[in-house]
């Protein structure tokens, strides 16, 4: 009879001592990518018990993968709160990443900074980090983020444009070449669908973007599902661009031309 509840006891134990792993809100203190994982301090110190597995000179220091797409997701996350200041509450996965001796993030929450931006604007245009061929969104945060001249920035968002686009578009038409009368842009794509012709053997395509205006692609013998953001660098697909000289939402191959990076804060 006594069994049961011990049982009970002990997994509400285990559970509350997992969950209770969370630092109190705090900002960055140091942002940096090694190889396939990034790696952060937050000015607060952690408060609670690292697991055993953390190295020694490693129990201030948290880490996410970025071979995954929350990992990619929590890195672009904390990029833009390096670059605004807001304070992060980090949750522990109560493990070590990979054996790397850093202790894993299982969630991190990004605070809204009250601060507020310049010009009453949540978000500003630092500059063209680089031009490159599609890569992978957190790929060209990178690229804004190690950049000297846009160092602690991003790379531009759908919702960056909608707010900086009569500024962008300004910059972009006094491009002097293809790659900086156009840009990558985040998050570009609403809808894609594929339909298989049985005439041409081939996909049809219809790509919806944010702007309402339909992308052009020629037919493929795959869908599209998996070919759109760049994930893959240059082995195919599509990316989101703000098109000559920001007339329309477009699409181009990751492994065409190289386009501009631009970069906001």
């Not at 607060?44 to 929350?70: I, N, R």
């Not at 998050?187 to 309402?212: C, E, F, P």
């Amino acid at each position: 009879m006594l069994k049961t509840p011990l049982k009970t006891l002990s997994v509400l134990t285990v559970i509350t001592s997992i969950s209770s792993f969370a630092a109190s809100a705090s900002p960055l203190e140091e942002l940096m990518v090694q190889g396939d994982i990034a790696v952060f301090t937050t000015v607060a110190a952690k408060t609670h018990t690292s697991p055993e597995c953390v190295a020694a000179d490693k129990k201030a220091q948290w880490a996410v993968d970025l071979k995954t797409h929350s990992g990619r997701a929590m890195y672009s996350s904390l990029v833009t709160a390096l670059s605004t200041g807001a304070d992060i509450e980090v949750s522990s996965n109560n493990a070590c990443l990979a054996g790397s001796g850093y202790e894993q993030v299982a969630a991190l929450n990004v605070k809204a900074n009250k601060m507020g931006a310049s010009n009453g604007q949540s978000v500003r245009f630092v500059g063209f980090a680089k031009v490159t061929q599609g890569v992978s969104p957190h790929i060209l945060d990178m690229f804004c983020e190690t950049t000297p001249a846009t160092k602690g920035s991003r790379a531009l968002r759908w919702e960056d444009y909608k707010v900086l686009k009569k500024e962008i578009d300004a910059l972009l038409n006094k491009g002097h070449s293809f790659a900086y009368r156009n840009t990558w842009v985040i998050g570009a794509i609403q809808s894609v669908s594929s339909t298989y012709n049985s005439r041409s053997q081939l996909y049809d395509h219809s790509v919806l973007m944010k702007d309402d205006n339909m992308a052009s692609i020629r037919p493929t013998s795959t869908t599209l599902q998996g070919d759109t953001g760049c994930h893959n660098g240059g082995s195919g697909g599509y990316g989101g661009v703000v098109w000559d000289k920001g007339q329309k939402l477009s699409l181009e191959p990751c492994n065409g031309r190289s386009i501009a990076v631009s970069c906001v804060i």
